[in-house]
Protein backbone atom coordinates (compact mmCIF):
# COMPACT_ATOMS: atom_id res chain seq x y z
CA UNK A 1 0.00 0.00 0.00
CA UNK A 2 1.08 3.80 -1.20
CA UNK A 3 1.82 5.99 1.43
CA UNK A 4 -0.14 8.85 1.52
CA UNK A 5 0.82 12.89 2.39
CA UNK A 6 -2.36 14.57 3.36
CA UNK A 7 -1.88 19.01 3.21
CA UNK A 8 -3.07 21.42 5.51
CA UNK A 9 -2.96 24.59 4.51
CA UNK A 10 -3.13 27.97 6.82
CA UNK A 11 -5.53 30.31 7.38
CA UNK A 12 -4.86 32.73 4.29
CA UNK A 13 -3.66 30.32 2.29
CA UNK A 14 -5.35 27.45 -0.05
CA UNK A 15 -4.68 23.85 -0.46
CA UNK A 16 -2.55 24.25 -3.41
CA UNK A 17 -0.28 27.42 -2.74
CA UNK A 18 3.47 27.60 -3.17
CA UNK A 19 4.84 25.46 0.06
CA UNK A 20 2.10 22.84 -0.23
CA UNK A 21 3.17 22.31 -4.53
CA UNK A 22 7.02 21.98 -3.66
CA UNK A 23 6.64 19.67 -0.88
CA UNK A 24 3.98 17.71 -2.84
CA UNK A 25 6.83 17.30 -5.86
CA UNK A 26 9.14 15.68 -3.53
CA UNK A 27 6.02 13.54 -1.95
CA UNK A 28 5.23 12.13 -5.17
CA UNK A 29 9.26 11.87 -6.28
CA UNK A 30 9.19 9.19 -3.31
CA UNK A 31 6.97 7.58 -4.92
CA UNK A 32 3.80 8.42 -2.53
CA UNK A 33 0.15 9.72 -2.99
CA UNK A 34 -0.17 13.29 -2.26
CA UNK A 35 -4.12 15.04 -0.87
CA UNK A 36 -4.43 18.88 0.00
CA UNK A 37 -7.55 19.66 2.02
CA UNK A 38 -9.51 22.87 1.24
CA UNK A 39 -9.97 24.75 4.25
CA UNK A 40 -10.99 28.21 2.81
CA UNK A 41 -13.57 30.23 4.76
CA UNK A 42 -12.77 28.26 7.97
CA UNK A 43 -11.89 30.28 10.36
CA UNK A 44 -11.79 28.15 13.44
CA UNK A 45 -9.64 25.21 13.88
CA UNK A 46 -12.11 22.89 15.62
CA UNK A 47 -14.36 22.58 12.30
CA UNK A 48 -10.96 21.82 10.65
CA UNK A 49 -10.13 18.99 12.82
CA UNK A 50 -13.54 18.05 12.11
CA UNK A 51 -13.07 18.21 8.32
CA UNK A 52 -9.79 16.82 8.39
CA UNK A 53 -11.08 13.74 10.53
CA UNK A 54 -13.27 12.65 7.42
CA UNK A 55 -10.76 12.91 4.92
CA UNK A 56 -8.86 10.74 6.67
CA UNK A 57 -11.29 8.06 7.35
CA UNK A 58 -10.69 6.30 4.04
CA UNK A 59 -6.88 5.91 5.18
CA UNK A 60 -4.65 3.35 6.80
CA UNK A 61 -3.50 6.17 9.47
CA UNK A 62 -0.10 3.65 9.70
CA UNK A 63 0.60 4.95 5.30
CA UNK A 64 -0.36 8.18 6.38
CA UNK A 65 1.98 11.46 6.48
CA UNK A 66 -0.12 14.81 7.86
CA UNK A 67 1.73 18.11 6.79
CA UNK A 68 0.23 21.63 8.18
CA UNK A 69 1.20 25.00 8.05
CA UNK A 70 0.01 27.74 10.56
CA UNK A 71 -3.48 27.38 12.10
CA UNK A 72 -3.70 23.61 10.48
CA UNK A 73 0.19 22.86 12.07
CA UNK A 74 -2.33 22.76 14.80
CA UNK A 75 -5.08 20.73 13.24
CA UNK A 76 -2.66 18.17 11.62
CA UNK A 77 -1.42 18.05 15.20
CA UNK A 78 -4.50 17.38 16.51
CA UNK A 79 -5.65 14.67 13.99
CA UNK A 80 -2.15 13.01 14.21
CA UNK A 81 -3.02 12.86 18.07
CA UNK A 82 -6.34 11.04 17.38
CA UNK A 83 -4.83 7.74 15.81
CA UNK A 84 -1.08 6.90 14.90
CA UNK A 85 -0.20 8.38 11.70
CA UNK A 86 3.19 7.35 10.37
CA UNK A 87 4.33 11.04 10.71
CA UNK A 88 3.50 14.83 11.41
CA UNK A 89 5.55 17.54 9.51
CA UNK A 90 4.80 20.97 10.41
CA UNK A 91 5.34 24.71 9.46
CA UNK A 92 5.13 27.62 11.78
CA UNK A 93 1.87 25.61 13.95
CA UNK A 94 -0.30 28.07 15.99
CA UNK A 95 0.80 26.33 19.35
CA UNK A 96 0.05 28.17 22.58
CA UNK A 97 -1.90 31.20 20.57
CA UNK A 98 -3.90 33.94 22.45
CA UNK A 99 -7.13 32.72 23.58
CA UNK A 100 -6.81 28.99 22.20
CA UNK A 101 -3.86 27.97 24.63
CA UNK A 102 -6.25 25.48 25.88
CA UNK A 103 -6.85 23.91 22.34
CA UNK A 104 -2.66 23.07 21.55
CA UNK A 105 -3.33 19.21 21.50
CA UNK A 106 -0.22 17.22 22.73
CA UNK A 107 2.07 15.53 20.67
CA UNK A 108 1.03 12.19 18.68
CA UNK A 109 2.89 8.93 19.33
CA UNK A 110 4.30 9.21 15.71
CA UNK A 111 7.99 10.99 14.27
CA UNK A 112 7.46 14.37 14.10
CA UNK A 113 9.02 17.35 12.85
CA UNK A 114 8.59 21.07 13.41
CA UNK A 115 9.78 24.11 11.10
CA UNK A 116 9.47 27.86 12.33
CA UNK A 117 11.21 31.01 11.07
CA UNK A 118 13.05 32.74 13.66
CA UNK A 119 11.50 36.23 12.17
CA UNK A 120 7.68 35.17 12.60
CA UNK A 121 5.83 37.93 13.40
CA UNK A 122 2.38 36.37 13.20
CA UNK A 123 3.16 32.83 15.63
CA UNK A 124 6.43 33.32 17.80
CA UNK A 125 9.28 31.07 17.18
CA UNK A 126 8.92 31.09 21.35
CA UNK A 127 5.98 28.45 20.97
CA UNK A 128 7.46 25.92 18.91
CA UNK A 129 10.24 25.96 21.14
CA UNK A 130 8.34 25.75 24.12
CA UNK A 131 6.09 22.63 22.49
CA UNK A 132 9.16 20.81 20.99
CA UNK A 133 10.75 21.09 24.33
CA UNK A 134 7.59 19.89 26.05
CA UNK A 135 7.20 17.08 23.93
CA UNK A 136 10.95 16.73 22.73
CA UNK A 137 10.29 16.89 19.14
CA UNK A 138 12.53 17.64 16.32
CA UNK A 139 12.21 21.60 15.64
CA UNK A 140 14.46 22.99 12.59
CA UNK A 141 14.41 27.17 12.96
CA UNK A 142 15.20 28.80 10.15
CA UNK A 143 15.74 32.58 8.95
CA UNK A 144 12.31 33.42 7.13
CA UNK A 145 9.01 34.71 8.67
CA UNK A 146 5.63 33.59 9.22
CA UNK A 147 5.21 32.63 5.06
CA UNK A 148 8.37 30.54 5.48
CA UNK A 149 8.79 31.63 1.61
CA UNK A 150 12.89 32.57 1.78
CA UNK A 151 13.41 29.01 3.22
CA UNK A 152 11.66 26.68 1.03
CA UNK A 153 14.79 25.10 -0.20
CA UNK A 154 15.55 24.43 3.45
CA UNK A 155 11.73 23.15 4.09
CA UNK A 156 11.64 20.97 1.25
CA UNK A 157 15.08 19.05 1.73
CA UNK A 158 14.56 18.63 5.46
CA UNK A 159 11.30 17.54 4.35
CA UNK A 160 12.66 14.86 1.70
CA UNK A 161 14.69 13.80 4.42
CA UNK A 162 11.64 13.68 7.33
CA UNK A 163 9.88 11.29 4.18
CA UNK A 164 13.04 8.92 3.82
CA UNK A 165 12.98 8.25 7.93
CA UNK A 166 9.95 7.36 7.70
CA UNK A 167 10.55 4.46 5.50
CA UNK A 168 9.48 2.82 2.22
CA UNK A 169 6.96 3.87 0.52
CA UNK A 170 5.81 0.79 -1.04
Known amino acids: MTMTVVFSHGLESGPWGTKINAMADVARAAGMAVESIDYQGMREPGPRVDKLAVALADLAPSRTVLVGSSMCGHVATAGAAQQSMAGLFVLAPAFYMPGYESLTPQAP ?62
Open 109 to 170: DCPMQIVHGWHDDVVPVDNSIRFARTHQVTLHIVDSDHRLSSALGQITAQFGLFLASLGSSG
